[in-house]
């Protein structure tokens, strides 16, 4: 029987990563995977929100700004064939990412992963087998989790899959979590005509983010005509009326809608009973704890992406993978590096590092901001609202956050991220030229606002 040098139980972007890293470094790998490689960002996350955003951006873009370029257009949409082409979208990328781990001689394994000890993998599925393997990397993701009375039947109420499989377009949408799924399914499906409405239990949507962010999405959302109801409750669902029951601040109120989202948060999957027969430590709410090498407290045993409980990005599962990889491999470790998040709501947003509030509980800071309304490219796109903020020690002026909400604000992050990840000053990405007109600068001019060399902004005694 063949022993691998890796075995990834999961097929998502940590798990399939981390055996691609081994074998593209001369090590035998493999990945067990039940539905489809690439896990849920590709198959039913990431990848097929981010197909049905871009059709949103084309609409709004149509209804909204067209006749300021003198284009007269009517926008229609054909739902059933955005859909199609969502899972051609999905198709491409699954399929791809299989030819690349076989170009490097990864196997595919299908089936669900079990461990039954350190070096052993039972495959349940059509073709039952036991795999041994030097490491083993769970990957088993996170499921999608609902309060009492609301799990979702796949026609009326929903979860964020089996929305996305619907063929038919809502008129009316009801979204339970202000969250980011909530609010990108929001933007989403309200740019494509849906009347939506957010019920969110908490004072603000996306309440994670800072404040500064999340009042100016508020704004935006509600301006486009999306409905947000914070500081409400969902407190039943009648499927036979379609309504939903809500507690508001101004009391009870009955909502009517075609479709339920429910979107309330997301856990860790564990599978507890082998966990526990290896001696693998793990929360049933928090996931699977990692060392600094993403390592169990079982060695040889690692685990990676959303099973750790961490940020649920793909991306910070790919530095995990590596970080994994490089110590089965016995391999240089990989440096830290500040997480981005990108959220694709319209408008977008990206953040890296901590909010004002709480990088200000850690020190004495120094805050800089940018309107897009100063970029001539802002102007030029007609995408003049948003804002870029600039968070740095106040002492050493080292960049230690930034905040962005407006047009391609989630590719704009990247420099930021870098910037932090150098331990770059204001005067550095100030001092940095930057190509005009792009709506880059508004980064070199918050940091520019900062420490009072401002080109374009009005100084403030």
Known sequence: MKTYDAISLGGGPGGYMTALRVAQNGGSAAVVEAEGVGGECTNHGCIPTKTLQAAAHIKKDLDKKSRRFGITAEATVDYRALIKRKNQVVATLATGTENLLRTYGVDIIRGKGVPVSPTQVRVEGEKPAEITAKNIIIAWGAHSIFPPGFAPDGTFIHDSRSLLANETQPQKLAIIGGGVIGCEFASILNSLGTNTTIIESLPTILPTLDPDISKEATRQMTRDGIRILTSTKAESINTKSRTITIETPAGKETLQADAVLVAVGRRPTINEEPLKKIGVKYDPKKGIPTDENQQTN?????????????????????????????????????TTSPLPSAIFTLPEIGTVGPTEDEAHKKGDITVGRSEYAILGKAHAMAEREGFVKVIADAKTKRIIAVHMIGAQATDLIAEAALAIKLNATLADVAGTIHAHPTLAEALEEACANAIKQGRHTIRQN
Do not use: E, F, R, S
């Open 298 to 334: 079982i060695k040889g045993i690692y685990a990676v992406g959303d099973v750790t409980g961490g940020p649920q990005y793909a991306h910070a599962a790919y530095h995990q993978a590596d970080t994994a990889a490089a110590h089965i491999l016995k391999k240089t470790q990989h």
